[in-house]
């Protein structure tokens, strides 16, 4: 790795870490004794083991996670998988449970959720979402090993997308892919097809009750002995409800074995009363005060215990109580987080029945709790409790300070849905009243792409400039550089760059970074390469974090790309690529860019399956989460390759991704390429009436941007000329070709697009080639070797025309240029001839790829000899349109005469050979 790349790679973590989804969500509660066996139940749990969905239903209190916790240990001693999540009601909110679902598979198979987890923060459409699940069921089908998804507390789960994300995993799940829900009710889920299909296990609350003898076993397991009659009555009086059983047996331990009340206790509102009634008052007071306090938290500690009860040097004696109660009392269970502290948690019905009594406490009582709640959690990063916490204690402006001092942060570590969780929390008012937070809402909605939303931010924002201090100001513009570079506009950032280069004498590491990327990306697109470059190098000492410096180097490698140093820019990319793996979800924009330019730079080394291998599998990613530079260049590349392979269907797939993202996305760069690709698709398949649809389309991009001279708005221009330069040869109108081209040479030599320069040679040679102007054509061609051998081009030039090989031998046969350059020829051709002998279709089918039906009736006649007009007569056209056949004809075969057509006809026929392929070139 190089030494501008050392740095990049992170560091040990420094101070605390914010806790994205509390692990104890992501681990099965652990009981402190050991489970009542359930010999029978477990039997038809494990035999369900394979089912693709599996209920588990009951009341409060009937023993769901009890009995899904024992039949994960059943099924980890059958080599299965096992993720875990339980759900609160915190999690009734689509992108926070997503987010939760993705954590808990990770537990088990971080790669699986690689991509899911990406594009999570990104998009929350629909979608997208949907797309998410895909990639998670397909990951998980490669799998060898089974894999089964516990969800408990699925009820708390009320958003109607949550149940549809539900609903694709049921949907598209693999074989080796299972379900399990621990719900109070049956998820509003599809379920019929499932059950017809028996592929549904529901178990519900007479499976749970526990029988005589499970309830005898139970209450002897944690009472040490209990009379047989005593525990006959006791499951008569439960009718085995766990929880019931759960309380008596603490009620007994209490009273020391003087008696039970003959109440019946089966749901939940008689345990309340009888809890309320019969073990309350014989709890302790400090321990009643303590689990009181304590169920104002979905999970607790020994050290958040002793700051709730105000005792906060009283860590160790907390650590015995709740050892205790967890062994005594039964009442709460112990979670492993993945500190290893140990966590616990309140019994579900329990919890209800304390936050009920703790509603006839004062109300500066209870947010007295949650204030020391969230300042607790606030210390130790549990950034989501702390800022639920402070909500909850009235204090929305401390909730709101919270988010704002750690958003910048979590922001440069790619956190990206955690942190639009934690804004979703803060009321409104609190959002608008802070810049900082109005300035992350805009951004949050520019990287979801929601470009509505973050317009009408910035609008406002904009508005109120005038009123700001220096530093705000500031970075209103580099919000709005920021939007104008995803929309690939440079020339706003031209407009707004003294206000750029006026940086405030108190700005921060992050806004010389910002500044600097979008300076050097308005020089490297007007050519001013060597500029851009000294930009990113100056801003590199504010460059602090090690994704900064890794957005830096990225830039770098466009710059080189643009100006077609595509060997260095490869090696550049190919280490940013190494240390974005290694920096993680922090530096996913950056490897999105590296990997779309990567992309291209393999391609022009004529890599083929190397860009199919890295692109294809994130794609759709890249679409979402990159730059227009990236993905841009991810589409084309990987459109490119597969055509060249052979691979028409894929190489038009991805043509089609590449109009929808510039749709979707509004950019007419995108747009300017897509036509062009769509172009060359139409000329290749002799849609004659499409291709002229297209090229009015190209011509009406072309004309609004007509005067261009630099800037995203020159490239729209350059792509639009070069089709219709490609437009003229394909019709054989070879003037109209050098005509236009040779302007076109001049405006991509004056904005440094060099590869563009050696391919716009190699047209031009073949132009005059095909018009008879054999020493223009050398001409052409030389300059076209020289700089690309300088530069290292392959593609660019065996992609330029029709022909080329046969120009190349040409020029190596007659009057061969210097020994540099005839090498540099024959690695050429030898790259040409390893692309035509990849595998063809059958003769039929090329026959179909060169000619359509009515170009192949011209040349059968042609090949009896007959004149044009006699043509027109038995077709039924004029002698126009047989002429202009005759020119696409000529085109397609690369010859220039009739009896070149026949032969070039015959041969292919004879061979079984394809003729030269027909190329989408950037």
Same mark, same amino acid.
């Given at each position: 790795?190089?030494?501008?790349?050392?740095?990049?790679?992170? $560091?040990?973590?420094?101070?605390?870490?914010?806790?994205?989804?509390?692990?104890?969500?992501?681990?099965?509660?652990?009981?402190?004794?050991?489970?009542?066996?359930?010999?029978?139940?477990?039997?038809?749990?494990?035999?369900?083991?394979?089912?693709?969905?599996?209920?588990?239903?009951? %009341? $409060?209190?009937?023993?769901?996670?009890?009995?899904?916790?024992?039949?994960?240990?059943?099924?980890?001693?059958?080599?299965?998988?096992?993720?875990?999540?339980?759900?609160?009601?915190?999690?009734?909110?689509?992108?926070?449970?997503?987010?939760?679902?993705?954590?808990?598979?990770?537990?088990?198979?971080?790669?699986?959720?690689?991509?899911?987890?990406?594009?999570?923060?990104?998009?929350?459409?629909?979608?997208?979402?949907?797309?998410?699940?895909?990639?998670?069921?397909?990951?998980?089908?490669?799998? *060898?090993?089974?894999?089964?998804?516990?969800?408990?507390?699925?009820?708390?789960?009320?958003?109607?997308?949550?149940?549809?994300?539900?609903?694709?995993?049921?949907?598209?799940? %693999?074989?080796?892919?299972?379900?399990?829900?621990?719900?109070?009710?049956?998820?509003?889920? +599809?379920?019929?097809?499932?059950?017809?299909?028996?592929?549904?296990?529901?178990?519900?609350?007479?499976?749970?009750?526990?029988?005589?003898?499970?309830?005898? /076993?139970?209450?002897?397991?944690?009472?040490?002995? !209990?009379?047989?009659?005593?525990?006959?009555?006791?499951?008569?009086?439960?009718?085995?409800?766990?929880?019931?059983?759960?309380?008596?047996?603490?009620?007994?331990?209490?009273?020391?074995?003087?008696?039970? %009340?003959?109440?019946?206790?089966?749901? *939940?509102?008689?345990?309340?009363?009888?809890?309320?009634?019969?073990?309350?008052?014989?709890?302790?007071?400090?321990?009643?005060?303590?689990?009181?306090?304590?169920?104002?938290?979905?999970?607790?500690?020994?050290?958040?215990?002793?700051?709730?009860?105000?005792?906060?040097?009283?860590?160790?004696?907390?650590?015995? =109580?709740?050892?205790?109660?967890?062994?005594?009392?039964?009442?709460? +269970?112990?979670?492993?987080?993945?500190?290893?502290?140990?966590?616990?948690?309140?019994?579900?019905?329990?919890?209800?029945?304390?936050?009920?009594?703790?509603?006839?406490?004062?109300?500066?009582?209870?947010?007295?709790?949650?204030?020391?709640?969230?300042?607790?959690?606030?210390?130790?990063?549990?950034?989501?409790?702390?800022?639920?916490?402070?909500?909850?204690?009235?204090?929305?402006?401390?909730?709101?300070?919270?988010?704002?001092?750690?958003?910048?942060?979590?922001?440069?570590?790619?956190?990206?849905?955690?942190?639009?969780?934690?804004?979703?929390?803060?009321?409104?008012?609190?959002?608008?009243?802070?810049?900082?937070?109005?300035?992350?809402?805009?951004?949050? +909605?520019?990287?979801?792409?929601?470009?509505?939303?973050?317009?009408?931010?910035?609008?406002?924002?904009?508005?109120?400039?005038?009123?700001?201090?220096?530093?705000?100001?500031?970075?209103?513009?580099?919000?709005?550089?920021?939007?104008?570079?995803?929309?690939?506009?440079?020339? !706003?950032?031209?407009?707004?760059?003294?206000?750029?280069?006026?940086?405030?004498?108190?700005?921060?590491?992050?806004?010389?970074?910002?500044?600097?990327?979008?300076?050097?990306?308005?020089?490297?697109?007007?050519?001013?390469?060597?500029?851009?470059?000294?930009?990113?190098?100056?801003?590199?000492?504010?460059?602090?974090?090690?994704?900064?410096?890794?957005?830096?180097?990225?830039?770098?490698?466009?710059?080189?790309?643009?100006?077609?140093?595509?060997?260095?820019?490869?090696?550049?990319?190919?280490?940013?690529?190494? *240390?974005?793996?290694?920096?993680?979800?922090?530096?996913?924009?950056?490897?999105?860019? *590296?990997?779309?330019?990567?992309?291209?730079?393999?391609?022009?080394?004529?890599?083929?399956?190397?860009?199919?291998?890295?692109?294809?599998?994130?794609?759709?990613?890249?679409?979402?989460? +990159?730059?227009?530079?990236?993905?841009?260049?991810?589409?084309?590349?990987?459109?490119?390759?597969?055509?060249?392979?052979?691979? =028409?269907?894929?190489?038009?797939?991805?043509?089609?991704?590449?109009?929808?993202?510039?749709?979707?996305?509004?950019?007419?760069?995108?747009?300017?390429?897509?036509?062009?690709?769509?172009?060359?698709?139409?000329?290749?398949?002799?849609?004659?009436?499409?291709?002229?649809?297209?090229?009015?389309?190209?011509?009406?991009?072309?004309?609004?941007?007509?005067?261009?001279?630099?800037?995203?708005? #020159?490239?729209?221009?350059?792509?639009?000329?070069? #089709?219709?330069?490609?437009?003229?040869?394909?019709?054989?109108?070879?003037?109209?070709?050098?005509?236009?081209?040779?302007?076109?040479?001049?405006?991509?030599?004056?904005?440094?697009?060099?590869?563009?320069?050696?391919?716009?040679?190699?047209?031009?040679?073949?132009?005059?080639?095909?018009?008879?102007? /054999?020493?223009?054509?050398?001409?052409?061609?030389?300059?076209?070797?020289?700089?690309?051998? =300088?530069?290292?081009?392959?593609?660019?030039?065996?992609?330029?025309?029709?022909?080329?090989?046969?120009?190349?031998?040409?020029?190596?046969?007659?009057? #061969? %240029?210097?020994?540099?350059?005839?090498?540099?020829?024959?690695?050429?051709?030898?790259?040409?001839?390893?692309?035509?002998?990849?595998?063809?279709?059958?003769?039929?089918?090329?026959?179909?790829? !060169?000619?359509?039906?009515?170009?192949?009736?011209?040349?059968?006649?042609?090949?009896?000899?007959?004149?044009?007009?006699?043509?027109? /007569?038995?077709?039924?056209?004029?002698?126009?349109?047989?002429?202009?056949?005759?020119?696409?004809?000529?085109?397609?075969?690369?010859?220039?005469?009739?009896?070149?057509?026949?032969? =070039?006809?015959?041969?292919?026929?004879?061979?079984?050979?394809?003729?030269?392929? !027909?190329?989408?070139?950037?």
């Amino acid at each position: 790795m190089s030494q501008s790349l050392a740095s990049a790679v992170p $560091a040990p973590p420094i101070g605390r870490a914010i806790e994205a989804v509390p692990s104890t969500k992501l681990v099965p509660p652990r009981a402190a004794r050991r489970l009542v066996p359930r010999d029978a139940l477990q039997e038809r749990l494990l035999a369900a083991r394979r089912q693709r969905c599996v209920i588990v239903q009951g %009341p $409060a209190g009937s023993g769901k996670t009890s009995t899904l916790v024992a039949w994960r240990q059943g099924l980890l001693t059958l080599d299965f998988d096992v993720a875990w999540l339980t759900v609160a009601t915190e999690d009734n909110e689509l992108t926070r449970f997503f987010g939760a679902l993705l954590a808990s598979i990770a537990m088990v198979d971080a790669a699986v959720v690689a991509e899911a987890t990406a594009l999570v923060g990104r998009d929350r459409s629909k979608a997208v979402l949907e797309h998410c699940v895909i990639t998670v069921v397909h990951a998980i089908a490669t799998r *060898a090993r089974e894999l089964v998804l516990m969800i408990d507390d699925a009820h708390c789960l009320e958003d109607p997308r949550s149940h549809q994300v539900l609903q694709w995993l049921l949907d598209y799940a %693999p074989p080796n892919l299972h379900l399990v829900f621990g719900t109070r009710s049956v998820p509003p889920l +599809s379920l019929a097809r499932l059950r017809a299909q028996g592929q549904l296990s529901e178990f519900d609350l007479k499976d749970l009750r526990f029988s005589q003898d499970e309830s005898e /076993r139970f209450l002897r397991d944690h009472l040490g002995r !209990i009379d047989a009659g005593d525990a006959r009555m006791l499951h008569q009086l439960t009718d085995g409800w766990v929880a019931g059983l759960q309380l008596f047996a603490v009620d007994l331990k209490a009273k020391r074995g003087t008696g039970y %009340p003959c109440i019946q206790v089966r749901d *939940a509102a008689a345990f309340a009363t009888y809890f309320e009634r019969e073990v309350l008052a014989n709890l302790a007071a400090d321990d009643l005060d303590l689990l009181t306090r304590a169920a104002t938290c979905n999970r607790f500690c020994a050290s958040l215990c002793a700051t709730l009860m105000q005792q906060p040097h009283a860590v160790a004696s907390m650590m015995s =109580r709740l050892a205790r109660l967890d062994g005594d009392n039964l009442f709460i +269970s112990q979670v492993s987080g993945a500190n290893q502290e140990a966590w616990y948690r309140v019994h579900p019905l329990l919890r209800e029945v304390l936050l009920e009594r703790l509603q006839g406490q004062p109300e500066s009582a209870r947010q007295a709790l949650h204030k020391a709640a969230w300042r607790w959690f606030e210390l130790r990063g549990h950034l989501d409790e702390a800022v639920r916490h402070a909500v909850q204690a009235g204090e929305a402006c401390a909730a709101a300070e919270v988010v704002e001092a750690c958003a910048l942060d979590m922001m440069g570590q790619g956190e990206l849905a955690q942190l639009a969780g934690l804004m979703r929390q803060l009321p409104e008012a609190e959002v608008q009243a802070r810049f900082r937070l109005r300035m992350i809402t805009a951004y949050l +909605s520019m990287y979801a792409r929601d470009l509505d939303a973050m317009h009408a931010a910035l609008a406002r924002l904009e508005a109120e400039q005038d009123t700001m201090a220096p530093h705000e100001r500031f970075s209103v513009w580099l919000l709005r550089g920021a939007s104008a570079m995803q929309g690939d506009d440079t020339e !706003i950032v031209r407009a707004i760059r003294p206000e750029l280069e006026a940086i405030p004498h108190d700005a921060q590491g992050f806004a010389f970074a910002g500044r600097a990327h979008l300076l050097a990306w308005m020089h490297m697109y007007d050519g001013r390469y060597e500029t851009a470059r000294a930009v990113l190098r100056d801003a590199a000492q504010h460059n602090v974090t090690a994704a900064r410096r890794l957005v830096s180097l990225a830039m770098e490698a466009l710059s080189l790309t643009l100006e077609g140093r595509m060997v260095r820019a490869e090696a550049l990319l190919r280490e940013v690529q190494q *240390a974005c793996a290694m920096q993680g979800p922090a530096s996913v924009d950056v490897a999105g860019l *590296a990997e779309g330019l990567l992309g291209e730079t393999l391609y022009e080394g004529n890599e083929l399956e190397a860009v199919c291998q890295l692109l294809e599998p994130r794609l759709d990613v890249l679409e979402r989460i +990159s730059s227009p530079d990236g993905a841009l260049r991810a589409l084309i590349a990987l459109c490119n390759a597969h055509w060249t392979l052979g691979r =028409r269907p894929a190489a038009l797939a991805c043509l089609e991704r590449l109009e929808r993202y510039a749709t979707r996305n509004r950019q007419e760069r995108a747009q300017a390429q897509a036509l062009a690709l769509r172009l060359r698709l139409h000329h290749a398949q002799g849609e004659t009436t499409q291709a002229m649809a297209v090229l009015g389309q190209i011509d009406a991009l072309g004309a609004r941007h007509a005067d261009a001279r630099h800037g995203t708005a #020159a490239e729209i221009r350059r792509v639009c000329e070069r #089709a219709r330069v490609e437009a003229c040869l394909h019709w054989q109108d070879f003037d109209g070709a050098v005509s236009r081209g040779l302007p076109l040479l001049a405006l991509s030599a004056s904005i440094g697009r060099w590869a563009g320069v050696a391919s716009l040679h190699m047209t031009l040679a073949s132009a005059e080639a095909r018009r008879g102007d /054999r020493k223009a054509a050398r001409r052409h061609a030389l300059k076209s070797l020289r700089l690309g051998h =300088r530069l290292g081009l392959v593609r660019s030039l065996l992609d330029a025309a029709a022909g080329v090989p046969a120009l190349l031998g040409d020029l190596l046969g007659d009057n #061969a %240029p210097d020994p540099v350059l005839a090498f540099y020829v024959r690695r050429l051709l030898d790259a040409g001839v390893r692309e035509d002998t990849t595998p063809q279709p059958a003769q039929a089918e090329m026959t179909d790829d !060169i000619l359509n039906a009515r170009e192949r009736q011209v040349l059968d006649l042609v090949a009896q000899a007959m004149p044009n007009k006699k043509i027109a /007569r038995v077709l039924g056209v004029t002698p126009h349109t047989v002429k202009w056949h005759l020119r696409k004809i000529y085109g397609k075969l690369g010859v220039s005469e009739r009896d070149e057509a026949v032969a =070039r006809m015959r041969d292919l026929a004879l061979s079984g050979r394809h003729g030269s392929p !027909i190329r989408l070139v950037n």
